[in-house]
Every structure is written in C-alpha cells, then in structure tokens.
C-alpha cells in the first residue's frame, strides 16, 4: 500500500501543473471583457464544492457539474454538451 509521501512523489508535479492551468484560465477570464454564463458559475461552485468535501472529491465535482434536471427535452436542440448545468443551486 503506497504511503502518502509515495503519492505525493508520484502525482504532486502533475498536479501542480493542472492548479496552475486552472489558475491561468481564471487569470485569462478576469483580462477579458464582456460576462461569464452559467458555465463560469458552475466550474467555481465545482471548485468550491471540492475544496470543502473531504471525501470522494471526484464524485462531488461531477455531481456539481452535473444536470440533475429530471424533465427530458422533447428533442436536441443542438449536438454539444455544457459541461455544467444551467442553473445552479449554490
């Protein structure tokens, strides 16, 4: 069983270089004009449901971002995903 230090030397450079990804798209954001959407919402209130769980972090952030809508669509009105759901209940 790998200790916490082995983790740590395993994985702490890749994620260290995914932090600062986060943080240059949010710095980029911020020298931009014009208004976020609700995609911009929904990746911050992932962020600050993963800072504030202490268990299964992955879950909470994909259940963040997920649609929990329980209403089908009628028909596709276009042939992407979000990412993020439309309204969210922080």
């Known amino acids: 069983m790998p200790t916490k230090t082995d983790i740590l030397d395993l994985y702490f450079m890749d994620s260290r270089a995914k932090l600062l990804d986060i943080a240059s798209y949010l710095d980029r954001l911020d020298r931009h004009e014009g208004e976020t959407d ?29 649609d929990h809508s329980s209403t089908p669509e009628d ?16």
């Not at 028909?75 to 922080?90: D, E, H, L, M, Y």
């Open 75 to 90: 028909k596709a009105t276009i042939q992407v995903a979000f990412g993020a759901p439309q309204s969210i209940n922080k």
């Open 38 to 66: 609700f995609r911009q919402d929904g990746f911050l209130h992932a962020l600050q449901t993963m800072l504030h769980t202490k268990e299964n972090r992955a879950a909470a952030v994909l259940n963040a971002l997920s």
